[in-house]
């Protein structure tokens, strides 16, 4: 069992790690001011950076040679963050601040904002087919992943359901699907795509898949109960502004107990599944704790 | 020398291939119907195919199996489909009608047009990384080469410098140097991705990069040329719009006798770069002459 500095010590250094390869790239890029800027403005908003902090923990479960995995969480972060930058957008969420900055088209401009979300989407699959620390057949497997992950049949799916949803009551299952491919599919990747890098079986993935699954559940939920009863100060924003929204949650629909129930159900099953997997004794366990109980 | 009706001939039948490629692949996604239609209407609001056109007769000069080229034509022209989904943006040029019909966010909205922009990019690449014609070497290069090309360095960069030169007058440099970025750059990966999948040299691909070059922007003066003394009907536009809307044209630098002076030294040394690259014969040469006196 890892102890908590451990996990804390993990998270740090992957944390740099990945900040510093985004960083690095973006960087030294050749391209007008302006689309640089705003790319990285959004980039060093400061996200928790936990989808690719995943990937190298599931990495990190079958092999400790983390460079091999930095194009791939670095990617990951990258399309995350394009993803924030379209839903912020005023024809999509229109939110004006996010973790108490400006949002992008605020900061910058909505066309400006547009194409800083396209430019990442685009670079993050540049920046992994250039990796040279990868072979061939491991890039494209990265490519095909992740597109799939992040395209139509997944995070775009999430969204526009996600949209349609706003204006009706949704069944648990309907909920569950919006939030499987709105969040879970990035999930999936940084889980899958850590693993096959670090030379997972195809078992051993198919079982970290539902690991990765139950995780986006655990995540989400907590998402939804420290809406209602969490700290102002650290989530960022007020308490109840979901209900306030309308927005449909699992505390909406099976009630703060339920909820917290459910969030239960599923570390045992997540544990459940990293144990066929034989990843039991990685970081993978003690961050799915650290996920069920973070309180921001 | 090609005569008029094999180039019509090669054109129409690689339209309907790109075409059911591109349709046949997004007709069998499983995603939500709305994005789904989204990213048809615009797929099918029938273009001319110009670059995938380009791709297929660039893979011709060095092999004749077409099936080859097939996936990265796809690719390139859902790419440019998503790019003109997101121009068309009211944040971006706030065009209502394209090719005379409602553009995307007028015929669904603001978010699915934005969505299905991103959709189709990250698709893009998903169709090239999962071709089962290819091997992993050729997807990883065609998965650089169309990143490189749309990215932050490319295609991007175009959009944002031809934004921040509406509001000021530009010199013929920085006006090639937009148009080398925002309608070369895949107009260059047309011709060096053909031709890399059809087995041509380095040296070769060098030349032709030249050759791609010169193409744009022969392309591009001719556009501005038809924007002053083309057929309204046929151009699908009013004579004198750039002019009225104050855009930065080669007309608008040179003079009209001074843009056909261009283009007539552009389409010299275009094909001396086919020649260079032993590609005279092909369709390409054609296809110069095809692109230097269209009159659509």
């Given at each position: ?21 985004i960083q690095?790239r973006l960087q030294q890029l050749d391209v007008p001011e302006r689309l640089k800027d705003s790319m990285l403005y959004s980039i060093q908003a ?28 670095a990617a990951?972060e990258m399309i995350h963050t394009y993803s924030l930058i379209h839903?912020?957008l ?14 992008n088209h605020?900061r910058y401009d909505e066309a400006t904002a547009i194409l800083a979300g396209d430019a990442l989407l685009t670079f993050s699959f540049e920046h992994v087919a250039g ?19 992040s ?146």
């Open positions: 069992m890892i102890v908590q500095q451990e996990l804390s010590d993990f998270i740090n250094t992957n944390k740099n790690l990945i900040q510093q390869e690095h400061g996200g928790k950076r936990m989808r690719p902090i995943l990937l190298m923990a599931s990495h990190h479960a079958y092999d400790h040679d983390m460079e091999k995995a930095l194009s791939a969480a990951l839903d912020d005023p024809a999509m969420d229109d939110d004006d601040l996010r973790r108490g900055q400006p949002t605020k990796d040279p620390r990868l072979t061939d057949t491991q890039k494209v497997q990265l490519v095909r992943l992740l597109s799939e992950a395209g139509p049949k997944g995070m775009v799916a999430g969204q526009i359901l996600d949209m349609e949803a706003e204006t009706k009551a949704v069944t648990l299952a309907e909920l569950e699907t919006i939030h499987t491919l709105k969040t879970g599919e990035l999930f999936r990747f940084a889980i899958s795509s850590g693993a096959y890098l670090g030379g997972a079986t195809h078992e051993q993935i198919t079982h970290l898949d539902k690991f990765a699954h139950y995780l986006g559940v655990i995540f989400q939920v907590q998402d939804d109960i420290l809406d209602i009863s969490g700290d102002p100060g650290k989530i960022g924003k007020p308490v109840g502004s979901d209900e306030e929204n309308e927005k449909n949650t699992y505390v909406k629909l099976l009630g703060l107990d339920g909820a917290i129930e459910k969030k239960k159900e599923y570390v045992i099953k997540a544990k459940e599944a990293l144990h066929e997997a034989k990843a039991e004794t990685s970081y993978l366990m003690s961050l799915t704790d650290y996920f069920s109980n973070r309180d921001y």
